[in-house]
């Protein structure tokens, strides 16, 4: 299988495509070292939207419970379990989430009918 030639490169010097091929080897560098800062940021983004979540999560937990804050961590850990295996909370917990993945879907159902009308507001 042969490749078609490029007829700008065919007037080229030797030189002249090293140096094309240098500087696209250092943008390609440059590429892959940006690359690798946005998936850095992007990791340290989603630690810090996990480390509040969770802080929120058990402030909330902690202002249900206020007892709970001197509890040892293991003590929390046995309470959270007896939680989890309760089928009343599991379905307490399984209908929230569907109705707030309902309110989540007609938000965006909204959003895109106000785009497709043209409404920004």
Request: aromatic share 4%; net charge positive; proline share 2%.
């Amino acid at each position: 299988m042969s490749r078609a030639k490029n007829p700008k490169y065919e007037s080229m010097s030797l030189e002249e495509l090293k140096a094309n091929m240098e500087k696209s080897r250092q943008e390609l560098e440059v590429a892959i070292h940006n690359k690798n800062l946005l998936e850095q940021r992007k990791k340290l983004v989603e630690r810090r939207e996990r480390s509040h979540r969770l802080i929120v999560k058990g402030a909330e937990f902690e202002k249900a419970f206020p007892l709970s804050r001197d509890l040892e961590q293991e003590d929390v850990q046995n309470i959270m379990n007896q939680l989890q295996n309760s089928s009343y909370n599991k379905s307490i917990v399984r209908q929230t989430y569907i109705s707030a993945s309902q309110k989540d879907r007609q938000q965006i159902a909204e959003a895109v009918k106000k785009t497709e009308k043209g409404d920004d507001s």
